[in-house]
């Protein structure tokens, strides 16, 4: 990651502003980490994330994928017990 940080400035109505933010805000994240996590996906699927803008045929094609690597994946098993108590950690850290 680097090691110096960009400004990036965004004209918004102010009513969308204000509603994503409390609807963020609801899950314990910022207008600006939401905006960077947006931007990680844009990088990592190489255009638009999964679902915003894309046809059902690159949907596919992305789940197919998807599931053929959650299948493939030798990593072992987190119980959803587990998984819930990890998230609701990162939720609390943010908070």
Known sequence: MATTTQMLHVRLDPELKGNAE???????????????????????????????????????????????????????MVSQSDANDRIQAVLNKKR
Do not use: C, Q
């Open 22 to 76: 409390r609807a963020l805000e609801s899950v314990g994240m910022s207008l600006s980490e939401a905006v960077r996590v947006f931007l990680h996906r844009v990088v990592r699927d190489n255009g638009m994330p999964v679902g915003i803008g894309s046809d059902p045929e690159t949907y596919d094609r992305w789940i197919e994928d998807r599931i053929e690597k959650a299948l493939s994946d030798t990593r072992p």
